[in-house]
């Protein structure tokens, strides 16, 4: 082992150790990091600054059944989060996420995140989709936030408190690659990462005992979207290449308001405040199709409804081609004082007066519900229930599963500060006793020759271009409703985008900040991770929260209230009709609440 040991640099690889290695510095790792960092020796490898991940862009807030402003409970939570992922939630998973987000509000609380307050000095809350007083009877106020710039204050906190335990951070380190070996008894388990540093082009490999990814999600398989450039679900991906399930790809969020034709999010918490959906006829819409919650149900409902709106010729503007999100009604010191960034957005990006004018919106691709399949623990799957150990991950990326089909408006900020916590735990508890597991030769093999063959690129194809045709045909064909032919459509663009993939141009050839190379490399995350949406999309013949088959239009819970487990089991670079994707099925766990038929 000494030729790998920790500061030694091999055949110019850098090689490092770590107890845990966690890959992502977004709102879940860096959660992760404030547990594992004082009882192990962790690092947290990012591809970006730390507080430039998503989370920072997240808006509205973040739940949890404090009851400060009215009366609630966790259950009712827990209930709330069942019926909005269309029953398809491991409700045990759901248990944990309700119960524990009452700790994990006053732990943010603790370590000095300004929640706005109400007169009397609580933490304030308002109201979000889909959470309700009672089971269903009418809103309530469980979202607590800091304005319109909730996940801003929640990263910055995180980062604080990492930096006050001194956790190791590599920043701008693409990780690319994980390092498994056998672990002795048929399964595999992880020796560490391998990662490219953006700096110098350099190739690092961490080896560790645990590792944790917490990459985030991976929005940019659409095109209309709100999610950031980075978000190329490279963690996914390269999980998935190691032969890993991964569950429930099909289930993928549109979030109603996106500004029209740009897709930046305009946060729920503007219904939540009052604001309200209306076509071209002034009409409220919501009213019609959910008549206690309106334009407070689930965002899988009303996105839905808007598109039926547009579709039926209620769409407003020149080309009937979106819906309007109404504040005009609300106080513009009310607009200010708890929705001042996104009004900004309207007016920067639209040229929209809020206070006075209706802002056009349309759905926007928005989260993943599905992911790497773990348990409550947080630890990764190789199958149903086979943990891989000293794997581990948490966040947008992972599928525990406490968002089933649907997720609601706050619950994900809520996810990676509970289960970021507990991978943190988690992963110190393993490695108090396990050993380290020894290298395999060259480990640095394989992203060696995924960026020499990335660098070496000399085709006629630009990276570009490939990616604007995945994202548009995905808008198209796997977006609010989908059908056997526009699925069938999109698989064969993603077939030919395959072949197209092998003959691309990279025109950088040098080695420092080389995002010209690391795009490439994006863009083969993105084809993998598209690909698994759309097979586990066309497997699911049924509709159920975001995944709506016109061709199959209602629920069946007799043949499909099942999680959709996908495997690789091939080349996908090799394969033409797909046969390297095999599709499995996961039972639900159910615990209290049976299917009910979702009423709002
Ligand atoms: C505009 C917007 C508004 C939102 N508003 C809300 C809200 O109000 N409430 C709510 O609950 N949810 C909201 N969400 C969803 C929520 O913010 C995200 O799901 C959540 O923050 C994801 O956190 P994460 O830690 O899993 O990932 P991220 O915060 O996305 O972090 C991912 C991390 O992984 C790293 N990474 C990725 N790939 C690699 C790699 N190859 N190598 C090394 N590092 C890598 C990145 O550098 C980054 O640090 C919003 C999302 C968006 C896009």
Redo the contacts with the bound molecule.
């Keep these: 082992m000494t030729e790998y040991a920790d500061g030694s640099v091999v055949d110019g690889v850098h090689y490092h150790q770590f107890d845990i290695v966690i ?8 959660r992760a990091a404030i547990e594992a960092g004082p009882k192990a020796n962790t690092a947290v ?4 600054y ?1 507080t ?12 949890a059944a404090l009851a400060n402003v009215e009366e609630d409970n966790w259950e009712w939570h827990t209930f709330d989060t069942v019926k909005g992922g269309d029953y398809l939630v491991d409700q045990d998973a759901a248990e944990v996420l309700a119960k524990e987000a009452i700790d994990a509000i006053y732990d943010l609380e603790n370590m000095g995140l300004p929640f706005n307050r109400t007169p009397d000095g609580k933490i304030d809350q308002r109201r979000f989709g889909g959470h309700t007083r009672d089971h269903g009877k009418a809103p309530v106020r469980r979202a607590c936030y800091a304005a319109d710039r ?2 801003h204050m929640i ?1 910055q906190t995180l980062y604080q408190n990492c930096v006050k335990f001194g956790i190791n951070f590599f920043n701008e ?4 690659d994980l390092v498994m070996v056998s672990d002795g008894f048929g399964g595999q388990k992880p020796a560490g990462v391998v ?1 490219f540093e953006l700096a110098t082009g350099d190739i690092h490999v961490f080896q560790a005992k645990a590792v944790i990814f ?4 991976f ?1 940019k398989i659409y095109k209309t979207t ?3 450039h ?3 679900g ?2 996914v991906g ?1 999980v998935w290449r190691k032969g890993l399930p991964l569950e429930d790809m099909e289930f993928y969020q549109f979030h109603p308001t996106g500004l029209a034709g740009l897709g930046i ?1 305009l ?3 503007a219904r939540g405040e009052g604001a309200i959906l209306r076509n071209s006829e002034g009409e409220r819409f919501m009213e019609r199709y959910a008549p206690t919650i309106k334009d407070l149900a689930p965002r899988d409902i009303v996105a839905r409804c808007m598109a039926l709106e547009i579709r039926e010729g209620r769409g407003a503007g020149p080309h009937k081609d979106y819906v309007y999100l109404d504040i005009t009604h609300l106080d513009p010191a009310v607009i200010d004082a708890k929705l001042p960034d996104i009004t900004e957005f309207a007016r920067t990006y639209l040229g929209v007066e809020p206070y006075t004018e209706p802002v056009p919106v349309l759905p926007t691709a ?2 993943a519900m599905g992911g790497i399949p773990t348990n409550i623990q947080a630890e990764v799957l190789s199958d149903n229930t086979t943990v891989v150990p000293g794997l581990y991950a ?4 992972a599928c525990v599963s406490v968002h089933g089909s649907n997720r609601l ?8 500060n509970v289960f ?1 916590k507990r991978a943190g735990n988690s992963a110190a508890e393993y490695v108090k006793t396990a050993e380290w597991v020894e290298l395999p030769e060259d480990p640095a093999a394989g992203v060696r020759t995924l960026v020499e063959n990335a660098r070496n690129s000399n085709g006629t194809e630009r990276i570009a271009i490939i990616r604007r045709e995945l994202q548009e045909s995905m808008d198209r064909n796997a977006q609010v409703f989908r059908t056997e032919e526009s699925l069938t459509e999109v698989t064969e663009v993603i077939h030919n985008l395959r072949e197209r993939y092998k003959n691309i141009l990279v025109q950088d050839k040098g080695k420092r900040f080389n995002t010209d190379l690391l795009e490439a490399i994006e863009l083969g995350f993105l084809l993998d991770l598209a690909e698994v949406v759309v097979y586990s999309a066309r497997n699911r013949k049924e509709s159920r929260g975001a995944h709506m088959r016109e061709d199959f239009p209602t629920r069946d819970d007799v043949n499909h209230m099942q999680h959709t487990m996908a495997y690789l089991s091939g080349d996908p670079m090799s394969a033409d009709a797909g046969d390297h994707i095999r599709l499995d099925w996961k039972p639900v766990v159910v615990t209290r609440y049976q299917p009910m038929e979702r009423k709002y």
């Design positions: 890959v992502g510095a977004g709102g879940a790792g860096m490898i990012s591809k970006l730390p430039r991940s998503h989370t920072g862009a997240a808006q509205g807030g973040m739940a909730t996940g990263l380190y693409y990780v690319l990662a917490a990459t985030g999600g929005g709100s999610n950031a980075t978000l190329t490279d963690g390269i999010l946060s729920e918490a928005h989260y948490a966040g947008e990326c408006g706050t619950n994900s900020l809520l996810d990676i970021g």
